[in-house]
């Protein structure tokens, strides 16, 4: 008796064990990839952040290389013109026969505003500007009172200030004169334009948020982009960005910007030969924007996944319970398999960007459809079709922009093509293709396809500037002409060149072989 209880008790056991089985690895599979996917989205978003930080530092760099030539030209013109002032006596004529050549060094430099030789009174001497203010009194200018009391010969970059003579605002560099006994003499001043600097960082894209600071090593702003008017020498000694790159030459790092309170990933370089350095601040928002949806993206995906997972392991559970439906399940996963075939057999045989069928299959198509043309001495038609000027939409408005216009011309060209009963492909590149059987007018319809490419509404208003067009290029073949598939390829690629030849945006038949419409 104990031994029939033993074996009907049996199984139950062994199927529990394997229930309880079943359940720890669909909960380890899960545990696995959601582990799997916060590690993915944990380095994707240090790669997006380091690659930015090296984005920065390399424009900050160039950016760095750019305004030490500025201010290195600058201070090169001041050292010149102080040595030979220091040769001979600030007389009105020894002045006056130096100006011709100071207009000329000035007109020669596009960031350069002025040159002015001030005494130690503070009066203006000589100046490069055509007309000179009534108030031309520097001595009380700070750039003034550092050389009157400092004994050093460098050049010295001082804060913005707005120039009374041309209501801009400028960059003084200034250099001390000394007199045949080294007492002080007077300042030679150069000024750069500030107008100037702000188109330089203007060239340079940073994001909607971001923004590009030239700074002095005292922590004074110089120039910044996005200027507001108000920032120009700002002084950011005291501030915690300014104490995170003070003495250093290259480096980046995360702060907050202490003037409009965003966050940035900073790329810092130093000046070569100047007390200057840049600051190229991308958005931390911006900069982890694609990320953030990506991110949501996969982890719903995920989450999504580990439903399934947990659903079908409940499946399973419910199989081993129930004996019963082993063949029906059996049978629905034959069916998900098939449909897994049939799912995988369209995506070896279609482009996944335009949906369209591929190379691959055109050229069986193509095959095929030759022979029975052969056989059946019916008319065959190749319509081989290229978007004008793609390579300009892909360098100006970016590859992205570039995939949405093939999207949107080739769903032209299926509806086209399923309208005249015909077969569409994505030749390669740009070029997509439309095979014709028994169609008694190929040319008719290869000019209605171009027309409703033509007529197409953008959404993107950059790409309805670039005007998308096509040029299609008509292949016909019949019995008597009709060799190979490369023989009607070769003649739809003739009758292209021809159409994009003969100015684009147009449609033409192979000029080898007569036409028929």
């Known amino acids: ?36 996917n916060a590690w993915s989205l944990v380095e994707g978003r240090t790669r997006q952040i380091r690659q930015a930080e090296l ?16 201010f290195g030209e600058a201070g090169r013109l001041i050292e010149n013109i102080a040595f030979d002032l220091e040769q001979r006596e600030l007389s009105d004529a020894s002045l006056q026969s130096m100006q011709p050549a100071l207009v000329h060094a000035v007109a020669q430099m596009a960031h350069l505003d002025n040159v002015v030789i001030i005494d130690a009174a503070g ?30 010969a460098s050049a010295f970059v001082g804060a913005p200030i707005l120039d009374r003579a041309s209501r801009r605002w400028i960059i003084p560099v200034t250099k001390r004169l000394n007199d045949p006994f080294g007492h002080f003499a007077g300042v030679v001043l150069a000024t750069v334009d500030l107008e100037q600097i702000g188109r330089v960082l203007a060239t340079y894209e940073v994001g909607a948020r971001g923004a590009i600071g030239l700074i002095h090593d005292n922590g004074t702003v110089l120039a910044r982009r996005p200027d507001d008017g108000q920032q120009m020498g700002r002084g950011l000694a005291s501030s915690r960005l300014h104490q995170i790159f003070a003495g250093r030459t290259r480096m980046s790092a995360e702060a907050t910007s202490p003037i409009d309170g965003e966050v940035r990933i900073f790329g810092f370089q130093h000046l070569p030969y100047q ?12 900069v982890l924007r694609v990320w953030v949806r990506g991110a949501v993206v996969q982890s719903a995906a995920v989450l999504t996944m580990c439903l399934v997972i947990g659903l079908a392991g409940a499946s399973v559970v419910r199989a081993v319970r129930q004996r019963v439906l082993a063949e029906s399940e059996a049978r629905e996963a034959g069916l998900a398999l098939e449909a897994s075939n049939l799912q995988l057999s369209h995506l070896v045989r ?23 043309g052969s056989a059946s001495r019916n008319p065959l038609a190749l319509l081989m079709i290229d978007v004008d000027h793609f390579k300009a939409v892909n360098d100006t408005l970016g590859h992205q922009a570039g995939d ?31 095979l014709l059987l028994d169609h008694e007018r190929p040319m008719a319809a290869a000019e209605s396809l171009r027309e409703a490419i033509e007529c197409l ?29 490369d023989d009607l390829i070769a003649a739809a690629d003739r009758a292209l060149y021809a159409a994009k030849a003969a100015g684009r945006n147009r449609v033409a038949a192979d000029p080898h072989a007569g036409s028929k419409s």
Not at 55 to 70: E, K, P, S
Not at 275 to 286: F, I, M, N, Q, T
């Open 404 to 434: 949405e216009c093939l999207r949107r011309v080739a769903t032209v060209v299926r509806e086209i093509s399923e309208r005249e009963g015909g077969f569409a492909a994505r030749y390669g590149g740009e070029e997509m293709a439309v």
């Open 275 to 286: 007390p200057l350095y840049v600051l190229v601040g991308a958005s931390k928002r911006e």
């Open 55 to 70: 984005a920065n530092l390399n424009l900050a760099r160039a950016l760095a290389l750019q305004m030490d030539a500025v």
């Open 350 to 372: 279609h482009d996944a960007l335009t949906g369209l069928a591929n190379r691959r299959y055109l050229d069986s198509m193509l095959a095929e459809a030759v022979a029975r």
């Open 1 to 36: 008796m104990s031994s029939a209880i033993s074996l009907q008790h049996r199984p139950r056991w062994k199927e529990v064990d394997v229930i309880r089985r079943a359940r720890w690895f669909i909960v380890l599979v899960c545990l696995l990839v959601v582990l799997a």
């Open 123 to 152: 009066r203006w001497r000589l100046h490069t500007q055509p007309t000179s203010p009534a108030d031309t009194d520097k001595g009380t200018q700070p750039y003034f009172e550092h050389h009157r009391f400092s004994p050093s």
């Open 457 to 485: 509404v953008w959404p993107d208003t950059a790409l309805l500037a670039q005007k998308v067009t096509v040029s299609v290029g008509v292949a016909l073949a019949d019995a008597m002409t009709l060799e190979t598939p």
